[in-house]
């Protein structure tokens, strides 16, 4: 009998209630606020078959030792519940915004859910039904972290190959060789998931990292954000055939900063007069040399780490030289400056004609 797998993921949580938790990463985990109570309804799980067996709930938890989860679960062949007042979907009473938390407590203590305390890999043995409900629940301070919310209608891939008498469902033996089903089951899902984990569009951090080593581009360390170093793996192999031009150079600051850069070099310095009074280093460059004026703001560690990054795309012995510009004042036509008027920090101004400048005035 093939496994079924049901994932909580996106469009489950969206259609889910939830007070306490927010969603991240477009959906793909929960994070638990600072609220005492974090609470989570989800619409059932329909296995399409009456009298189904539940496998196993898991999720990966990431919590504080102050905080304790509970997770109810209940199965049953019908969606609806009716009272004096008429008929209810179970769906809409669990994830309604006017039913309070104790009565949705109470509908599914009616459907004889089973609740778990502490636990995030639990064993759905006792349940039966073709609607799955599912309810957690997170007491205590401080933060935390729900992902990978997954339903196995299976649960375990052994008890089919034991003779019938061994077949007791929810016994001791059907338990303990679910110890070992789930370890199957996660490293089947794990090699299932190997395609998706490999493409550069989704590939975690640490893959896109050996995808830069394999192309010969270090993109370690802090300074990159995860899209960049993404965008660096997607455009690796037409990086490495520019090397050493200006416009391999030009493309990585588009990457790291996001903005334009000037790259002075010695045969264009001159252009640049206003670069030539701005940093003396730039008037002694010699043919090696490659000024780089951005105006970015960056910290020495992260002066050093871009340095790092593009010197793995310049002739060997090229020096780089990153200049950092600092904003100019300019006052445009006309413009009035009134009594004490101070212009605090250096910089490099410029005054259009018929400029009036009132008594008093400071510039610094």
Excluded at 107 to 119: D, H, I, M, P
Excluded at 123 to 151: C, K, M, W
Excluded at 233 to 242: D, H, I, Q, S
Excluded at 322 to 345: C, F, H, P, R, W
Aim: hydrophobic fraction near 40%; charged fraction near 30%; proline fraction near 2%.
């Amino acid at each position: 009998m093939p496994a079924k797998h049901y994932s909580i993921k996106k469009n489950r949580l969206r259609a889910a209630y939830m007070t306490g938790i927010e969603p991240v990463d477009d959906y793909a985990g929960l994070k638990l606020t600072k609220e005492t109570a974090r609470r989570l309804y989800l619409k059932a799980i329909d296995s399409a078959d009456a009298g189904s067996q539940w496998g196993r709930l898991s999720f990966d938890a990431s919590l504080t030792e102050n905080m304790t989860i509970y997770v109810y679960a209940a199965a049953t062949d019908l969606d609806t519940v009716y009272d004096e007042n008429g008929t209810y979907r179970i769906d809409d009473l669990l994830c309604s915004d006017t039913v309070r938390d104790i009565q949705k407590k109470e509908l599914l203590t009616g459907l004889s859910a089973e609740r778990f305390v502490g636990k995030s890999d639990i064993l759905l043995y006792g349940l039966t039904g073709q609607y799955l409900y599912i309810a957690i629940d997170v007491i205590g301070d401080g933060e935390g972290y729900l992902s990978n919310l997954r339903v196995d209608a299976r649960g375990d891939q052994f008890m089919d190959t034991l003779p019938e008498v061994f077949r007791e469902r929810n016994g001791f033996l059907h338990r303990f060789l679910s110890v070992f089903s789930s370890i199957y089951n996660d490293f089947d899902r794990q090699i299932d998931e190997l395609p998706d984990i490999l493409e550069i569009d989704n590939a975690p951090k640490e893959v896109l990292l050996e995808y830069g080593r394999w192309m010969g581009i270090d993109l370690s360390g802090d300074f990159l954000s995860e899209e960049a170093i993404r965008r660096f793996v997607r455009e690796g192999y037409r990086l490495n055939r520019m090397k050493g031009t200006r416009e391999c150079l030009m493309r990585i600051f588009d990457i790291v900063l996001g903005e334009p850069v000037i790259i002075l070099e010695q045969n264009t310095i001159r252009a640049y007069p206003e670069a030539l009074e701005a940093d003396p280093r730039i008037r002694s460059s010699s043919i090696y040399d490659v000024n780089i004026l951005i105006k970015k703001s960056l910290s020495d560690r992260d002066r050093h780490q871009l340095l790092h990054l593009l010197r793995q795309f310049v002739p060997v012995r090229t020096r780089l030289h990153l200049i950092q510009l600092k904003d100019s004042g300019v006052l445009d036509t006309d413009i009035y400056m009134d009594m004490n008027a101070v212009l605090g920090e250096e910089a490099y101004g410029i005054f259009d004609d018929n400029m009036e400048l009132d008594d008093d005035v400071i510039m610094e």
